[in-house]
């Protein structure tokens, strides 16, 4: 009989945390790699290595004790996990060749570029003269991004002039620079693929940011026609076989005025866009994603209701969310609460809620009062009901 492989996790934020669960259920030995005991993951997690995902030591440590290596985030060094799969004493999943493309913007858009999958127009960035270059052929505002290292809307600038730029350029060396894209709304389709290259995709979504975090997602995305949604899956599937991926891979999208969609960024990890499906499919992202890199076979990805919304719970006033759980739960038991044992700071992700059912604006509208229940307090609900 053989064992189930024993997973290590680099990284034990929420992502992490929200492994657990699956790994259980599936029988996979799980051990997260910790910078802080106190992480969202490794408060709760059996098995807990303390160390920093930048130091290698710490990761080949964790490399030691566990056959398949797979991520709670892309901020690994790439070098240190070449080095690994040339040692071939572990599995990487996704491989440092394909999460390179999630870590470097600059490495992700030449290369879905050459493969020719749809991307803004872009320009690779290394002095003020082709910024200067590049507002001049763009003709209006730039986005430009650190090419590694942002996240949440951190590393994201949008400029009118090269100046804007000069310290990011100064410090980093290089950056991307892209059009400022008139998008119509912002879409993410996921999929997941095994080492053999067996995928499966989930339902297209929407989603909503607010200060460059996800702020709402709907699933899957209304107003998509079937043929919309079945292109972009496509596209999802195709980006996932050319890169190699092994793993969940989010590819987040732009929708034109053409209806056309345009890659914004990638996320070889689970991703807060498909938080829906843990309620609200067959298969919920996270069990997918331990599926994948264990190399079993892929879970159904159908819905369980016409629709499925998410809403994320960033701090607000409320000092602890408890009290306000508990009121949202009694409010709407349909409401289901998901918690990451993180302290409250403003605009910080403690959480999520997640509501399945026929129409999203109410679906929308039962979980911001939820929402706001747990953000801001039981009272905030019976001052503004």
């Given amino acids: 009989m053989t064992a189930p492989p024993r997973i290590g996790v680099v990284g034990a934020g929420q992502l992490a945390r929200m492994m657990l669960g699956p790994a259980i259920e599936l029988d996979l030995p799980l051990t997260v790699l910790a910078s802080d005991p106190a992480e969202s993951a490794a408060v709760v997690a059996g098995r807990v290595r303390t160390g920093r995902h930048d ?7 964790l490399a030691t004790e566990v056959d398949v290596l797979t991520f709670d985030h892309e901020h690994v060094p790439t070098a240190f996990l070449e080095r690994l799969v040339t040692t071939g004493d572990v599995q990487v999943r996704p491989g440092p060749g394909a999460l390179v493309h999630a870590q470097d913007k600059l490495v992700m858009r030449r290369r879905l570029t050459e493969l020719g999958h749809p991307c803004p127009r872009w320009w690779h960035v ?9 507002l001049a052929e763009n003709d209006g505002p730039l986005v430009v991004k650190t090419p590694r290292g942002g996240y949440d809307g951190h590393g994201v600038r949008i400029i009118e002039r090269a100046e804007d730029a000069a310290d990011w350029l100064e410090h980093h060396g290089e950056l991307l620079a892209e059009q400022k894209v008139p998008f119509l709304r912002e879409l993410s389709a996921q999929v997941a693929r095994r080492p053999g290259g067996q995928s499966i995709t989930y339902p297209v979504v929407q989603s909503v940011q607010r200060d460059g975090v996800c702020y709402e997602v709907v699933a899957p995305a209304p107003d998509l026609d079937p043929d919309a949604q079945q292109r972009i899956q496509q596209l999802a599937a195709a980006i996932a076989e050319d890169l190699d991926v092994v793993g969940m891979l989010a590819v987040e ?22 938080h829906w499906s843990m309620d609200g499919a067959v298969t919920g992202q996270f069990e997918q994603h331990l599926r ?3 190399d079993l076979p892929l879970g159904g990805t159908d819905m369980l209701a016409p629709c499925a919304v998410m809403v994320n719970l960033l701090g607000g006033s409320a000092p602890e969310l408890a009290s306000g759980a508990r009121a949202a739960m009694q409010a709407d038991p349909g409401v289901k609460v998901h918690l990451y044992g993180k302290s409250v700071r403003p605009g910080r992700k403690l959480g999520h809620v997640t509501v399945v059912g026929k ?9 911001h009062r939820a929402e706001k229940r747990i953000i801001d307090g039981p009272d905030a609900m019976e001052e503004n009901p």
């Fill in 126 to 134: 290394r002095g003020i003269e082709d910024l200067d270059r590049a």
């Fill in 253 to 274: 999208l732009f929708e034109t005025a053409g209806r056309e969609v345009l890659v914004n960024e990638l996320a070889m990890r689970p991703h807060n866009t498909g």
């Fill in 55 to 61: 130091e290698e030591s710490a990761v080949r440590a």
């Fill in 292 to 294: 994948a890199v264990a």
């Fill in 359 to 367: 129409d999203p604006e109410q679906l929308l509208a039962r979980a």
